[in-house]
């Protein structure tokens, strides 16, 4: 159901979450206002509003935090890709110390890597996948360079310095992918979803004196959630949604980095 929604855009999502919060609360408002009033609290209401007030805030206390966790994790993700573009490109400068023919053919080879990264491996992230072989181009200007040996003093010292930096870009690498998955598992969501079904539903069971004002409150009840829920969903899935992780720190790589 996420990731269903998660494919629309920016609009569409809020669109698809009001139609369907709403319709539930108003479904459910229909059944008890009109079906079954005798569940309905009236004499009781004056109790029921402060167990609804206790709700409220123990629902706004949980949603916050998890709602933080998810947007810190995304802001790891994003700041993660950066570097990782980063060390890329100091990896590609640092080739410069190498021979020029090993120069050439690793800079050839570094370059289509990241092209690999962009054009088939960032869509296999929205899905929890990588492509290996992407990887598999890594791995090898990585064995090329374990095994180059240095002439000179100044190729050794370079080649130290290729080594602990590609030994980082990997780190960043895994991170990126393990990364590429939902930031809240799915017990937890099933958990924040139900409950805030159960906030909602339970404001459709107080007898008002006017049902206009009651269907007013619960629409505008409904929306503040889905304000909630949409902040939620954008950043659940750091490839997914409207403000998706691009590969723009690659892309910028190759259009004006490495175009010189």
Sequence with gaps: M???????SD???????????????FL????????????????DSEYAGY?????????????????????????NVSDATFKEASKLNNIYR???????????????????????????????????QFSIPTYEKFLKIENDIVRFQ???AGQANAHLVLLQTVTEYLELRRSRIYSARFALDPPAGIGLISSSLVFLLFSCLFK?????????????????????????????????GPIAISPEPFEQLLKFTWNH
């Excluded at 229909?30 to 609290?41: A, C, E, N, S």
């Excluded at 990241?114 to 929205?126: A, G, H, N």
């Design 94 to 128: 640092l080739l410069s110390a190498l021979p020029p023919e090993i120069d050439r053919a690793e800079k050839a080879a570094l370059i289509d890597y990241t092209q690999s990264v962009i054009t088939d491996e960032w869509p296999l992230l929205s899905k929890n």
């Design 208 to 240: 008002m004196n006017s049902g206009r004002t009651h269907l007013v409150l619960i629409g505008f009840l409904g929306l503040t959630i889905v304000g909630v829920l949409y902040f939620l969903l954008l950043y659940i899935h750091p490839f997914l």
């Design 28 to 43: 459910v408002y229909f059944v008890f206002q009109k079906i079954t009033p005798k569940y309905l609290f009236s004499e």
């Design 150 to 152: 240095p002439k000179n």
């Design 51 to 75: 167990i609804y007030n206790a709700m409220g805030v123990v629902f706004s206390l949980i949603f916050a935090f998890i709602t933080v966790l998810v947007w810190q994790n995304y802001n």
């Design 2 to 8: 996420i990731k269903f929604l998660l494919q629309f």
């Design 11 to 25: 609009i569409g999502l809020r669109i698809w979450l009001s139609t369907i919060v709403l319709s539930l609360c």
